[in-house]
């Protein structure tokens, strides 16, 4: 394996790491100025503003679990 594919597989092994980070960052960058975030918590919608509080926005159906490989038929 060159050099260039073992950097390459290590990358992509940890984009989800990267991406979680990036994720946590803009959350907290966001509050920092002064802006509200949208959180979804087991079907509820709440908008978190910078001094911490939570405000309902929606509520809707909590998510459902399904299965790897699963299909639905939409109707």
């Given at each position: 394996m060159t050099p260039n594919e073992q950097s390459m597989?290590?990358?992509e092994e940890h984009i989800p790491d990267l991406?979680?980070?990036a994720l946590t960052q803009a959350y907290w960058q966001t509050l920092a100025s002064g802006n509200s975030v949208l959180e979804s918590d087991n079907?509820?919608?709440y908008e978190v503003l910078p001094d911490g509080t939570r405000k309902v926005v929606k509520t809707s159906v909590p998510p459902s679990v399904v299965q790897a490989g699963?299909?639905?038929v939409i109707p």
């Open positions: 597989r290590f990358l991406a979680a980070s079907g509820i919608i699963a299909r639905r």
